[in-house]
């Protein structure tokens, strides 16, 4: 369970939890230690341990901190394809080499979500503007994209510091309550095993749900997905 992150527990064991309702059925007729009642005692001990370290109110910071972040990543990434964009003339002659905006190298990054980096990174793009403006003005470069960019990237700066500080708050909760999570990682892992040996025989195609590859990938996902989703 070593990649399991601990703000990551609650999602994967309710995805857990999920798996083992929907296919109750097979667990019971594998092993009788899978009834209503360890049903309840996961639920429980899933809803118990979201008290101790994803309060409601943290929990609301952080998912709203988390949204404006995924957002910011985003309207950088759109600019730096909007100032591609404006790089090339009809027929795509290029104005300036678009190597000089470093444009790559930012929505790499992105990628990344390495703040410093976009940050450091965005300097070769204003430059490259202001540098040439003279130019570019004629395809719809002014100083204003480099307003809006930068105004971003500050927000981003100080949007992943917030985010940095309620991690914190979370982390010394985590640290209060470890070994209650590493109870419910030890029954995660319990259910993902017995999930696996049950859909090797009865659909081997569909084991890979009860993988920690599989839970990971979706409960990722489903931050981003869930923060890049309009209120």
């Known amino acids: 369970m070593a990649k399991l992150r601990n703000n990551e527990v609650i999602r994967v064991a309710e995805l857990a939890f999920q798996n083992l309702s ?15 009642e360890y049903l309840a005692k996961v639920n429980h001990s899933i809803e118990n341990l979201r008290i101790k370290i994803a309060p ?45 905006f470093k444009l790559y190298e930012v929505r790499r990054e992105i990628r990344k979500e390495n703040v410093k980096g976009i940050y450091t990174g965005l300097e070769a793009t204003f430059t490259a503007i202001s540098k040439n403006i003279a130019h570019l003005k004629n395809v719809g470069f002014n100083q204003s994209i480099i307003q809006e960019l930068d105004s971003q990237r500050k927000e981003l700066v100080a949007t992943k510091k917030e985010l940095d500080k309620l991690y914190a708050e979370q982390k010394d909760l985590f640290a209060a309550n470890q070994e209650q999570i590493l109870q419910l990682q030890d029954d995660i892992s319990y259910i993902n095993k017995y999930g696996k040996l049950i859909f090797q025989r009865e659909d081997a195609a569909q084991k890979e749900k009860y993988t920690l590859a599989y839970a990971l990938s979706k409960v990722r996902q489903e931050v981003k997905d869930a923060a890049m989703t309009e209120a």
Do not use: M, W
């Open 56 to 100: 409601a109110d943290l929990t609301s910071k952080i998912r709203n901190a988390e949204k404006r972040y995924y957002q910011l990543l985003s309207l950088i990434k759109e600019q730096t394809i909007r100032i591609e964009d404006l790089c090339t003339l009809y027929k795509q002659r290029l104005i300036v080499p678009r190597g000089q």
């Open 22 to 36: 929907d296919d109750l059925h097979l667990f019971k007729s594998f092993s009788k230690s899978f009834n209503s």
